[in-house]
Structures are given as structure tokens and as C-alpha cells.
Antibody, heavy 125, light 108 residues
């Protein structure tokens, strides 16, 4: 069974840093793009960052650009999110997700599957 | 624009049909995915590429799109369909992802 397990969450003061990890298993990790998605308490899903299978390129949402960095280590089947200059509004459950690709009738579609259960990041003084 | 807009709350009587709408400029160009999230659980995809159901998703779930709008329809809603539903697509650049604000579906 494909599995994703996040770790590294916790309580951090505003302006502080935290590094999240996502360990993947039971699939060919390096062939998949991976993403981080967050969900603030009682709120909706917010895409944070994505990284290509090789790690050559990545994209970030405007809300975290310049503060968060996504990276991966394919030898360790892991993707990371380095979070700097944290703000109260970054408080959320952070989940990693695999970008599945399915091709139908010559057209390929990407979607997030599966998702990990997430790790809670709380930014508070 | 990089926004996707959904109605926050929708209700449906048990066994009836309900449609959940997602609007956004990027939907004119890119397909929509839909996720179901129940309390305390990770989201699962119920539709991808606007109209395609992954294996294991009941055929009462269907999708469509027109212009800047994508729709998820549940035909014959069941009690277990009560959940939050999120649309998901690319932003206008095509490089980044965006989620709709989510729709809480109540099955009465």
C-alpha cells in the first residue's frame, strides 16, 4: 500500500523556523511530483508547494514564496518543507501528497493521491 | 486570476441529486479535480480531469464543465456522502495549483 507519513510539526514562535519531512513508501518515489498542502484549523485546503520528481524545479504559492522551500531526497524517499519566518497565519496541518498522473485518450491528468495524515504546525508566542 | 470559488454550504435530501459548483477563470483552460474530505480524515479524490472517476468511487459521482465553471454532481446522495468537497485545478500560469474554498454538503 502506498504510504506517506509526515513528521516535524510542533509549536514555534513567530519568526521561527521548522523543517517538515514526508516519508514515502511502496511506490517509485523519484518518478512522481510531490506537493505540500496545508489546512488551517476549521478552514479549507491551501496548496503550498510542489516539486518535480528529479527535484530540478519547484513552485510555491504566493503566501509562502521566499519563506518556505520544498526539497526532496530521492535516495531517502522523502520530501521536505523548510519553513522560515513563520507567522501566526501559517498555523495549520501540513500534509504531503503524491501527484498521480493518469493518461486517458491521449490526455494526461494530474491529481493528488494519496495524502498523508498531516503534521500540525502551531505558530504562537 | 488564481482563485476558485465554491458555495460554502449545500444540502440535499437523502436519495436526491445535488450539484456542487466551482467557478474560476483558470477553469476555462484547465481541468478540475474534486476531493471529498470527512472530519479527521485525509482528502480523497472523487473525480479527476473534470469527468473521470478513480476506481472505487461510486458511479453516482459525475462531473462536467462549461466556460469558467466545473460541477460535481451526486445522483442519489447517500448519508455517507456528507462531507466537505473541494475543487482543485491549475492557476492561470499553469505552473501552480489552487483549491476552491470548499463546500460542506449536508445530507438531510
Amino acid at each position: 500500500e502506498v504510504q506517506l507519513e509526515e513528521s516535524g510539526g510542533g509549536l514555534v514562535k513567530p519568526g521561527g523556523s521548522l523543517r517538515l519531512s514526508c516519508a514515502a513508501s511502496q511506490f517509485s518515489f523519484s518518478t512522481y511530483h510531490m506537493s505540500w498542502v496545508r489546512q488551517a484549523p476549521g478552514k479549507g485546503l491551501e496548496w503550498v508547494s510542489s516539486i518535480s520528481g528529479s527535484g530540478d524545479y519547484s513552485h510555491d504559492s504566493d503566501s509562502v514564496k521566499g519563506r518556505f522551500t520544498i526539497s526532496r531526497d530521492n535516495a531517502k524517499n522523502s520530501v521536505y518543507l523548510q519553513m522560515n519566518s513563520l507567522r501566526a497565519e501559517d498555523t495549520a496541518v501540513y500534509s504531503c501528497a503524491r501527484e498521480e498522473v493518469v493518461c486517458t485518450n491521449g490526455i494526461c491528468y494530474s491529481y493528488f493521491d494519496p495524502w498523508g495524515q498531516g503534521t500540525l504546525v502551531t505558530v504562537s508566542s | 486570476s488564481s482563485e476558485l470559488t465554491q458555495d460554502p454550504d449545500v444540502s440535499v435530501a437523502l436519495g436526491q441529486t445535488v450539484t456542487i459548483i466551482c467557478r474560476g477563470d483558470s477553469l476555462r483552460t484547465y481541468y478540475a479535480n474534486w476531493y471529498q474530505q470527512k472530519p479527521g480524515q485525509a482528502p480523497i479524490v472523487v473525480l479527476y480531469g473534470t469527468t473521470n472517476r478513480p476506481s472505487g468511487i461510486p458511479d453516482r459521482f459525475s462531473g462536467s464543465s462549461s466556460g469558467n465553471t466545473a460541477a460535481l454532481t451526486i445522483s442519489g446522495a447517500q448519508a455517507e456522502d456528507e462531507a466537505d468537497y473541494y475543487c482543485h485545478s491549475r492557476d492561470s500560469s499553469g505552473n501552480r495549483w489552487v483549491f476552491g474554498g470548499g463546500t460542506k454538503l449536508a445530507v438531510l
